[in-house]
């Protein structure tokens, strides 16, 4: 389970996010929205719920997801999608 998600500049650490798995948090960068928001909070999000995952399923599985949840017109805020995913796409 997700204990809390910080939000803060990332910059320096070069990252967009990080999952903390010993107290199962998430920090993500301040800056993030739309679309790019979705797929972080849901890659650092399977770091914490699958923690024996690589990193190669974690992208396959939040790309995925994020895709369908897109798709189906989830939105947090804004529809900015001109950051590409980690796919590429």
């Known amino acids: 389970m997700i204990t809390k ?3 803060k500049k990332l910059g320096r650490e070069k990252l967009w996010g990080e999952a903390d798995l ?4 998430i920090t993500l960068d301040i800056r993030l929205k739309g679309k790019k928001h ?3 909070l ?3 999000s ?3 719920l699958l923690p024996g995952a690589n ?3 974690i992208v396959r599985i939040s ?3 994020i895709k369908v ?3 189906e017109n989830y939105r947090r805020i804004d529809s900015d999608d001109n950051v590409p995913l980690q796919d590429g796409t």
């Open 5 to 7: 998600i910080i939000y």
């Open 22 to 25: 010993e107290d199962n948090s």
């Open 38 to 40: 979705l797929e972080i």
């Open 42 to 44: 849901t890659h650092e």
């Open 46 to 48: 399977l770091h914490i």
């Open 55 to 57: 990193e190669e399923e």
């Open 63 to 65: 790309t995925a997801l």
């Open 69 to 71: 949840l897109w798709k």
